[in-house]
């Protein structure tokens, strides 16, 4: 059974940082582009980052450029975004997703709250 | 950045009848779409891909369609488990992009 639990959210300060894990079973972690995709709580979703099965290719979306980094660890089924200089505007649940476009398996997300 | 539009914000209908949504796109996605379930309080769901392939375990009322940047999920009879909000999604370019959501509720 495929599983995603994101870990690692939680109340930050505007101008902290954060880092979430993801840890993947259940399937072959390195054979699958991996993502993150956030909610704001009450709106829509929103695509944040997606990474290579290797590494070597990444995507973030604007509002997050040089902010965020997002990375993997395929000995150990893991996957992060280290997130810098938040905002409010950060504030949402984070989701875990396999794929890179489509996502088929979401985890149950994990709430970063930006506030002072 | 490709802007996917979703009509309409909130659609009501009776249980057993068909539910019909649309889904446009600011310029050409191809088949590159998908749709989403999410409940309250829970992770999307996928039920189609490519515009108007199943998911697997997806029930065969639900279907997809496209004809040009209009995209349609449709719902051919109501189960009291589907009413939930419905995103539909794009990724033939980056940002991949969602729309804002339609909500089906009980009529």
């Known amino acids: 059974e495929v599983q995603l639990v994101e870990s690692g959210g939680g109340l930050v300060q505007p101008g902290g940082s954060l880092r979430l894990s993801c840890s993947a079973s259940g399937f072959t972690f390195s054979s699958y582009w991996m993502s993150w995709v956030r909610q704001a709580p009450g709106k829509g979703l929103e695509w944040v980052a997606n990474?290579?099965?290797?590494?070597?290719?990444?995507y973030f979306v604007d509002s997050v450029k040089g902010r965020f980094t997002i990375s993997r660890d395929n000995a150990k089924n893991s996957l992060y975004l280290q997130m810098n200089s938040l905002r409010a505007e950060d504030t949402a649940v984070y989701y875990c997703?396999?794929?890179?476009?489509?996502?088929?398996?979401w985890g149950q997300g994990t709430l970063v709250t930006v506030s002072s | 950045e490709i802007v996917m539009t979703q009509s309409p914000a909130t659609l009501s209908v009776s249980p057993g009848e068909r539910a019909t949504l649309s889904c446009r796109a600011s310029q050409s996605v191809s088949s590159n779409l998908v749709w989403y379930q999410q409940k309250p309080g829970q992770a999307p769901r996928l039920l189609i891909y490519g515009a108007s392939t199943r998911a697997t375990g997806i029930p065969a009322r639900f279907s997809g369609s496209a004809s040009g940047t209009e995209f349609t999920l449709t719902i051919s009879s109501l189960q009291s488990e589907d009413f939930a909000v419905y995103y539909c999604?794009?990724?033939?370019?980056?940002?991949?992009?969602f729309g804002q959501g339609t909500k089906l509720e009980i009529k």
């Open positions: 997703a396999r794929r890179g476009a489509a996502v088929d398996y």
């Open positions: 999604q794009q990724y033939n370019d980056w940002p991949y992009t």
């Open positions: 990474i290579k099965e290797d590494g070597s290719t990444i």
